[in-house]
């Protein structure tokens, strides 16, 4: 079988490190998530994945991804006829994992991403690929054509591989465009993007976090009206999904949560409402 390739250096290869991280958890026996096309995904790219083999950072990104499918799916419960659109999706299989049947999904990355995403992920009439960066202000009118709404915006692991600059632009343009949507999102504390040269994956690649975010709190001072509804930390996700969580996991969050370190205080995953 010919493999595909992946162009190495560039901010497209940390796509792998939470690609990689749900072929192995799919393979466990107890598991945060499943997620067997991962592994299928896996075995069909030509790139030594071992690199990332036994990294911490493979098991924070499976929980994140776990607690974003969650925000997802509650999502969808409420809006089954609703609009999800992944910024910067990378090879995420969140449509495989929490489809609903009725949900219009757009699937967002960077023009050499998308045509390797093309060769494992096919646009249908809900589901539409599209090649653009997030701060290009052309994609939204694809989706506003096409999806009316209500929105679900996730972009998990990628606003913190942009300028701040940048940042503030999508998300001034996400409230413009979308005003009322969710934003699912991650943010990374000075000391995290400080140190990320020592970071167990990201030092492993060339790509680089450029916008460090102290308190989540600020998002609402660029964009006043903004609620954050949750900013979780690793070791403090929320109750109901803790306790669905396998019993290694929950021991080694316990152990996380005694130890505070800044690693993981400072790396939180949010839930806002745009203005
Ligand atoms: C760490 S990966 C996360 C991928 C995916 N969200 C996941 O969780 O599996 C970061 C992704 O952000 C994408 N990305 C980085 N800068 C981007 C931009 N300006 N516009 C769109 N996507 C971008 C990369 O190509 C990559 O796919």
């Not at 409420?78 to 090879?91: I, K």
């Not at 020592?198 to 609402?220: F, G, I, Q, T, Y």
Request: proline residues 7%; charged residues 25%.
């Amino acid at each position: 079988m010919t493999k595909h390739g992946v162009r190495p250096g560039t901010v497209q290869e940390t796509l792998l490190i939470p690609l990689y991280g749900r072929a192995v958890e799919n393979g466990k026996e107890q598991a945060a998530l499943r997620d067997p096309r991962a592994g299928e995904i896996v075995a069909a790219i030509d790139y030594d994945f071992s690199r990332f083999d036994g990294l911490p950072s493979l098991t924070g990104a499976v929980l994140r991804t776990a607690l974003f499918d969650r925000w997802v799916t509650d999502f969808l419960a409420a809006h089954p006829s609703g609009t999800v659109v992944e910024l910067g999706a990378g090879l995420n299989t969140r449509h495989e994992r929490v489809d609903w049947a009725q949900a219009r999904w757009f699937d967002l990355d960077l023009p050499d991403v998308t045509e390797l995403r093309r060769t494992f992920f096919i646009d249908t009439a809900r589901r539409t690929t599209i090649a653009a960066s997030v701060t290009d202000p052309s994609w939204p009118a694809t989706v506003e054509a096409d999806a009316g709404g209500p929105y679900f915006f996730s972009a998990e692991a990628v606003l913190p591989f942009l300028e701040e600059t940048d940042v503030r632009r999508v998300l001034g343009m996400l409230a413009e465009r979308f005003p009322g949507s969710l934003l699912a999102l991650d943010t990374a504390g000075p000391g995290i993007v400080g140190a990320q040269d020592d970071h167990d994956a990201l030092s492993k690649v060339e790509a680089r976090m450029r916008w460090s975010c102290a308190d989540p709190a600020e998002l609402a001072t660029w964009l006043p009206g903004t609620e954050v509804l949750a900013a979780h930390t690793l070791s403090g996700l929320p109750g109901r999904m803790y306790e669905q969580l396998p019993a290694a996991y929950r021991e080694m969050l316990d152990g996380l949560a005694e130890q505070r370190l800044p690693q993981v205080e400072e790396y939180r995953l949010c839930l806002v409402r745009l203005p």
